[in-house]
């Protein structure tokens, strides 16, 4: 899967709060959607630790939009990508 696969590697996650892992370290992730599929955020923390990934991506005109949360986009895909 690649980052032009962005609506793809948010559809992963289920809505609402679900638990995966990552990295061998396991995550609490929380995957909202808005205005009608336009926006959806997913915020994940590591639980019992201190990791966090958080971004938000948008439907635009152009395509989709990822906008990560004080990170770069690279530690947001790699996530997306990497957890099971």
């Not at 609506?7 to 992963?12: G, N, S, T, V």
């Not at 990552?22 to 590591?46: C, F, H, I, P």
């Not at 966090?52 to 997306?80: H, I, Q, R, W």
């Amino acid at each position: 899967m690649t980052a032009r696969d962005l609506p793809a590697l948010f559809d992963r996650l289920p809505e609402g709060w679900s638990e995966v892992t990552y990295a061998g370290r396991r995550y609490g992730v929380t995957r909202t959607t808005r205005v009608g599929g336009r926006q959806q955020s997913v915020y994940a923390e590591e639980l019992g630790g201190t990791h966090v990934v958080s971004a938000n991506l948008y439907a635009t005109s152009a395509g989709p939009l990822l906008k990560p949360c004080e990170m770069p986009a690279d530690v947001v895909l790699e996530f997306l990508e990497g957890w099971v």
